[in-house]
């Protein structure tokens, strides 16, 4: 397996426009983590999923962030409008079952200028 | 202004010499514990775990120890090899699975 595949991996953007991430979990996993990297707030946990389904998305910054995972295979973080603010890597992560192991994709850096 | 990121606490070690790096968490119902490295570049990397209703767990070259009391978790690294040099994270399943990390520590490895 390719492992968490990810792209872009780097995204550079004019603020007020949208974005999209695209995710591809590894294969069989029910779980899907959205994270967000930053030097101000380190690794911060946005969004999950189970069997395609939101879980909790508390650390969803505001509405103009979004997460969909329309199947097992595929999932989208959509940012409409972007701002500077947004700007950081964005990591996608996918597991197995409860309390195993997280696999991470190597991640998309976003700048939004 | 300038802005002000996250201080990474920083632990320096000679080559060969064994190394731990410590992590408290703050929720007593957490029930699994992961450490993860970070390569400049590239995504958190697996380590090894270790379930609540254990205290030790040993991998090759690493151990990880749970002190529930107190809520502490520890990464031991046996020999520390420059290839370790990384930010090691710890992070915590507070319940549904929900995996939050901690702010990590950089390590540093003296040839």
């Known amino acids: 397996d390719a492992g968490v595949i990810q792209s872009p991996r780097h995204e550079v953007t004019e603020m007020g426009q949208e974005v999209t991430l695209r995710c591809k979990p590894i294969?069989?996993?029910?779980?899907l983590f959205w994270y967000r990297q930053t030097m101000m707030r380190g690794l911060e946990l946005l969004i999950y999923?189970?069997?395609?389904?939101?879980?909790?998305d508390s650390g969803m910054p505001e509405d103009r962030f979004s997460a969909k995972m329309p199947n097992a295979s595929f999932s989208t973080l959509k940012i409409q409008p972007s701002e500077p603010r947004d700007s950081a890597v964005y990591f996608c992560a996918s597991s197995l079952a409860v309390n195993t192991e997280a696999f991470f994709g190597q991640g998309t850096r976003l700048t939004v200028v | 202004g300038e802005s002000v990121g996250l201080h990474l606490p920083t632990l320096s070690v000679q080559e060969g010499d064994n190394s731990i790096i410590n992590c408290a968490y703050s929720?007593?119902?957490?029930?699994?514990f992961i450490w993860y490295k970070q390569e400049s570049g590239k995504g958190p990397q697996f380590i090894i775990d270790?379930?609540?209703?254990?205290d030790k767990r040993q991998g090759q070259r690493v151990t990880v120890l749970l002190n529930k009391t107190v809520k502490h978790l520890s990464l031991q690294i046996a020999a520390t090899q420059p290839g370790d040099s990384a930010v090691y994270f710890c992070?915590?399943?507070?319940?549904?699975?929900?995996?939050?990390f901690g702010s990590g520590t950089r390590l540093l490895v003296r040839p």
């Open positions: 999923f189970n069997n395609n389904v939101p879980i909790d």
């Open positions: 294969s069989g996993h029910d779980y």
């Open positions: 270790i379930r609540s209703n254990m």
């Open positions: 992070a915590e399943n507070r319940g549904s699975y929900k995996l939050i």
């Open positions: 929720n007593s119902a957490s029930d699994y």
